[in-house]
T-cell receptor, first 109, second 118 residues
Framework: QKEVEQNSGPLSVPEGAIASLNCTYS??????FFWYRQYSGKSPELIMF????GDKEDGRFTAQLNKASQYVSLLIRDSQPSDSATYLCAVNPGYALNFGKGTSLLVTP | GAVVSQHPSWVICKSGTSVKIECRSL??????MFWYRQFPKQSLMLMATSNEGSKATYEQGVEKDKFLINHASLTLSTLTVTSAHPEDSSFYIC??????????????FGPGTRLTVL
C-alpha cells in the first residue's frame, strides 16, 4: 500500500501568520505532487503542484519538495480566515493520485 | 481550468435500489475519468479508473458488479451503485484528465455527489 501521511490537525494559526502543512509519502517512484484545498461538503480544488526538488511559489502559497526525504510541504503566508479548510496532499507515482487524509487548518481572526 | 460537472449533486434513495451518477467534462475531452469515494473525515479513495471506450479498472476491494462504470464518450462517464445499502452512503467525486497517460497531467474534479441510502 502506497502511503501518503499527513497530520490530521487541527492546525490553528492566527490571522496574518504563516501556516505550515506537511506531508510524507512512501513511494519513491512518485513523480508529481499536488496540494488541494477542500471545504466541508465540497470537492477538492487544486492549489499547487510541484515536480522538482526545491521551492515553488504562487502568491501567498509556497510548495516545497524534498524527494530524498520523501517530504512535501505547503506554506501559506499571511493566512486569512478564508483559508480555513482541509488541505489534501496528493502524490502521483505514475498514473492515479494517492491522497493523504488531509490536515484541517483553522485561521483565527 | 477545465470544468467537470456531476449530476445529481445529492441523492437519497431506499436500500436495495440503484443510483446513477453522471460525470461530464464540459469544455474538454476527457480521455480518462476517475471515481473517488470519501467518507466523513477520511481521505479520497480511488474506486476506479475509466478510459473512454474500454472497461474500467477497479481498485482492490471495490466490487465491480456493485459499482458499474460506463465511459461511453469522451465527455461522459457514469457510476451506477447497484442495490445500494446504507454503508454505501458517501460523497462520490469524479475527476477527469484531458491528456492521456503520464504523471504530470492535472486532474479536474467535479463538485461531488452526496449519496444517502436509507
Amino acid at each position: 500500500q502506497k502511503e501518503v501521511e499527513q497530520n490530521s490537525g487541527p492546525l490553528s494559526v492566527p490571522e496574518g501568520a504563516i501556516a505550515s502543512l506537511n506531508c510524507t509519502y512512501s513511494d519513491r517512484g512518485s513523480q508529481s505532487f499536488f496540494w488541494y484545498r477542500q471545504y466541508s461538503g465540497k470537492s477538492p480544488e487544486l492549489i499547487m503542484f510541484i515536480y522538482s526538488n526545491g521551492d515553488k511559489e504562487d502568491g501567498r502559497f509556497t510548495a516545497q519538495l524534498n524527494k530524498a526525504s520523501q517530504y512535501v510541504s505547503l506554506l501559506i503566508r499571511d493566512s486569512q480566515p478564508s483559508d480555513s479548510a482541509t488541505y489534501l496532499c496528493a502524490v502521483n507515482p505514475g498514473y492515479a493520485l494517492n491522497f493523504g487524509k488531509g490536515t484541517s487548518l483553522l485561521v483565527t481572526p | 481550468g477545465a470544468v467537470v460537472s456531476q449530476h445529481p449533486s445529492w441523492v437519497i434513495c431506499k436500500s436495495g435500489t440503484s443510483v446513477k451518477i453522471e460525470c461530464r467534462s464540459l469544455d474538454f475531452q476527457a480521455t480518462t475519468m476517475f471515481w473517488y469515494r470519501q467518507f466523513p473525515k477520511q481521505s479520497l479513495m480511488l474506486m476506479a479508473t475509466s478510459n473512454e471506450g474500454s472497461k474500467a479498472t477497479y481498485e482492490q476491494g471495490v466490487e465491480k458488479d456493485k459499482f458499474l462504470i460506463n465511459h461511453a464518450s469522451l465527455t461522459l462517464s457514469t457510476l451506477t451503485v447497484t442495490s445500494a445499502h446504507p454503508e454505501d452512503s458517501s460523497f462520490y467525486i469524479c475527476s477527469a484528465r484531458d491528456a492521456p497517460g503520464g504523471p504530470y497531467n492535472e486532474q479536474f474534479f467535479g463538485p461531488g455527489t452526496r449519496l444517502t441510502v436509507l
